[in-house]
């Protein structure tokens, strides 16, 4: 091998090894790779099994959208290079509408899967370039979003992501891949200049480059300035969580806007309008309520004076199973919208009770009211009071016994069950919380 093809492969693998050094075996043994089987993801998967070796273990995920009658081809190519490098591949073929947007929705289900593959287990590797960079920033220029870049290191609804590649030039992959045995899938719709990123990439691309030849150092020196600015916001609004008050905004209009931008896309949601959030800040304005759509599941939500951003919207409307609990000791069950925990210390967030040995979980839409401080309440004026967002009630988590209703967690115990903690009565207290995913 040569002397520049040492110096390529270098770069290329020095690149990876940076991003994987910091992840803990113990905490991340798995790392993901989105692999089409084109030159940046087979790049990329060359160069962690090279680099990773037996610390994490290696699983492709591939997305057949079907769009193409060579699909099942490329499929069956990316099975062969997996089982030759001994790496597990997922395949799974994406339901695409005939929608005007294709390369959103492609994009927005693409990540759907990887989503549902990964949940907790791992990380996502992504083969993104620095030629992708370009054209992204292209892209969300001419479309009105702003020049947001892609970073090194991300999350989107709660995935960690990591781009290795992000300032290396594509010919340098093509470069790494020249000795390589295996070939990587070119797609012809990659020609086809009626989806935008083709022609960016096809037709202005190289017009700008004809003009000014070394234009993408300058872009990748302006994008690594403003990916420290972005992490410089994502560090600020670290420390706002997933509920504003709406006194944290700024009193100006505009200024909402802006504000409200940055904490979604510090948030991964890059796809917000101007226009829309213009909307959106109109309705926190003048109604003191408001509903704001990022994708298909994440959420705005502006509910006396809080602002909600909810990540998963639709887990709201899961049914909670019936379930016979046994408390006798402690537990904590996973449910579709949060964690139900209970536990005998006492910690800020729980309510004590009285706990039996055993209590059926129920949704609270099969439970009409309450015994609460001497008075019958429905369970409507409950989550009033205790300020639960509307969209949240009707799968709310609740403990009952064959009377009735004992515990609705974060919210109200029957008095039958209420405890006196001045006055402990043995064993049988027990502590209940529900945290909201």
Same mark, same amino acid.
């Given at each position: ?20 050094? /910091?992840?803990?075996?113990?905490? %991340? ?19 962690l ?25 490329w ?34 289900k ?42 090194h ?16 030039? #594509? ?7 020249? $000795?390589?045995?295996f070939?990587?899938? +070119? ?14 990439? %096809? ?8 003009? &000014?030849p ?6 990748a ?25 709406l ?11 802006? &504000? ?37 599941r ?12 909810e990540? %998963?919207?639709?887990?709201y ?28 210390? #006492? ?27 001497? #008075? ?7 989550? /009033? ?5 509307? &969209?949240?009630?009707?799968? &709310?988590?609740?403990?009952?016994? +064959? ?6 967690? $974060? ?9 006196d ?17």
């Amino acid at each position: 091998m040569s002397s520049y093809m040492n110096l390529e492969r270098r770069n290329v693998e020095v690149e990876v090894h940076k991003q994987f050094e /910091s992840l803990d075996p113990k905490t %991340n043994p798995t790392i993901f790779i989105g692999f089409s089987g084109g030159l940046d993801s087979l790049a990329l998967l060359v160069a962690l099994v090279r680099v990773v070796g037996d610390r994490h273990k290696l699983i492709c995920l591939h997305a057949d959208h079907g769009q193409s009658s060579q699909s099942a081809a490329w499929a069956g190519h990316c099975e062969k290079i997996c089982e030759s490098l001994s790496v597990q591949l997922i395949v799974k073929k994406l339901e695409i509408s005939a929608g005007s947007n294709l390369e959103g929705e492609f994009r927005e289900k693409r990540y759907l899967f990887f989503k549902e593959v990964i949940k907790e287990e791992g990380v996502l590797f992504l083969g993104h370039h620095l030629n992708d960079q370009v054209e992204t920033v292209f892209m969300r220029l001419f479309q009105g979003r702003g020049i947001f870049p892609m970073s090194h290191e991300s999350k989107r609804d709660g995935l960690m992501i990591f781009r290795p590649f992000i300032e290396l030039d #594509k010919q340098m992959l093509r470069q790494y891949l020249a $000795n390589i045995e295996f070939e990587f899938v +070119e797609d012809p719709s990659n020609q086809d200049l009626s989806y935008d990123r083709n022609y960016i990439r %096809n037709v202005l691309y190289p017009a700008i480059e004809g003009r &000014w030849p070394k234009f993408i150092n300058s872009v990748a020196g302006v994008m690594t300035r403003l990916d420290h600015q972005a992490g410089l916001l994502r560090h600020l609004f670290q420390g706002f969580g997933n509920e504003i008050s709406l006194s944290a905004l700024p009193e100006q209009s505009r200024l909402k806007q802006i &504000w409200l931008r940055s904490y979604i896309e510090s948030r991964g949601g890059f796809g917000a309008t101007w226009s829309a959030l213009g909307e959106f800040v109109r309705q926190i304005e003048e109604a003191g309520r408001g509903e704001f759509r990022i994708s298909e599941r994440t959420e705005l939500r502006l509910w006396r004076g809080t602002i909600y951003f909810e990540s %998963n919207i639709s887990q709201y409307e899961e049914k909670i199973p019936h379930l016979v609990l046994d408390c006798s000791d402690e537990f904590s069950l996973s449910l579709p919208a949060g964690e139900l925990k209970l536990f005998y210390k #006492k910690s800020s967030d729980a309510l004590a009770f009285k706990c039996p040995q055993s209590l059926s979980l129920l949704p609270s839409s099969e439970v009409q009211s309450l015994q609460y401080l001497g #008075k019958e309440k429905s369970l409507k004026t409950l989550f /009033s009071e205790k300020n639960v967002p509307p &969209w949240r009630r009707k799968n &709310w988590p609740v403990l009952a016994c +064959e009377e009735g209703p004992v515990i609705i967690p $974060n919210v109200a115990v029957h008095d039958e069950y209420w405890v006196d903690m001045t006055k402990r009565e043995g064993q049988s207290i027990r502590h209940l919380s529900f945290s909201t995913t």
